[in-house]
């Protein structure tokens, strides 16, 4: 009857999170570049491995079978939160300080905590002439920085090509940092829709994409998808709350009926 408590409980953190989740999805439909957000979930004798992995007990027999049985021993766990790195739809502005990469890579922009990764290309320029990400002010890389330090200076003769050559009366001066990464699952979230790389993984130069300037990246936020599945995970956990209920609702009664025995 416990089992039953802790593999009901156990499936209602996970419909929670997803709740959450999806929420924080659905509340950023509408931001550029977004990407949306999962939750992978693994059972109990998937997190330990199967009947010949390191046990309490000796492997190979009716005990261990036992003691990893699905429907003895199915709690279910978090496994890690994803991100969906699909790219969304690009969409003209006609502004020509909005930039989307069609295919792969990000755009470096410089923070106060180091260079961060983003596919947000809404641009301007601040008062000394320099090209900064909208709302935030960050300024936007180019391969100069990484040479000499200096960032991308935007007059009106400054035009940009498909490769991301930023060009001056026709001359190339500089190009915009585009970089990718080989493992998406080593970039981390870290606020104003920015990236980090994490265990050790390095930005590397690449060519697989196509700048359009005059667009911006939606979203890649599926809003019916995401409210069929927050409906779904709101009645799962429901569905899990009753389930223990119920078992309260027995396992009390017996409690009390023991106690009176002894």
Not at 86 to 101: H, P, Y
């Amino acid at each position: 009857m416990l089992s039953g408590i802790y593999t009901s409980a156990s499936a209602m953190i996970i419909a929670a999170q997803r709740v959450n989740n999806i929420a924080n999805n659905i509340a950023n439909a509408n931001t550029i570049g977004f990407k949306s957000e999962g939750i992978n979930q693994k059972s109990w004798s998937e997190v330990n491995g199967y009947a010949n992995a390191n046990l309490p007990i000796p492997p190979d027999t009716k005990l261990a079978a036992n003691f990893i049985n699905e429907t003895v021993n199915s709690v279910v766990h978090m496994d890690k939160d994803y991100i969906n790195f699909s790219q969304g739809s690009l969409e003209q502005t006609g502004n020509k300080l909005d930039f989307a990469i069609e295919g792969k890579g990000f755009f470096a922009v410089l923070t106060p905590n180091g260079i961060q990764y983003t596919r947000d290309g809404q641009f301007g320029i601040n008062n000394q002439g320099i090209l900064v990400q909208r709302g935030t002010n960050y300024p936007v890389l180019g391969d100069n920085y990484f040479k000499n330090g200096k960032f991308i200076k935007v007059s009106s003769q400054t035009t940009f090509s498909q490769t991301g050559a930023v060009l001056e009366n026709g001359a190339q001066v500089d190009t915009i940092a585009i970089r990718d990464f080989n493992n998406y699952a080593n970039l981390r979230k870290v606020g104003d829709n920015c990236f980090v790389p994490v265990n050790n993984m390095q930005p590397q130069l690449t060519a697989s994409f196509t700048l359009k300037e005059g667009y911006l990246e939606q979203s890649n936020v599926n809003i019916v998808k995401e409210m069929v599945e927050l409906i779904q995970n709101q009645r799962s956990y429901d569905s899990y709350q009753k389930v223990i209920s119920t078992f309260a609702n027995q396992l009390v009664p017996n409690t009390i009926q023991i106690g009176s025995l002894t």
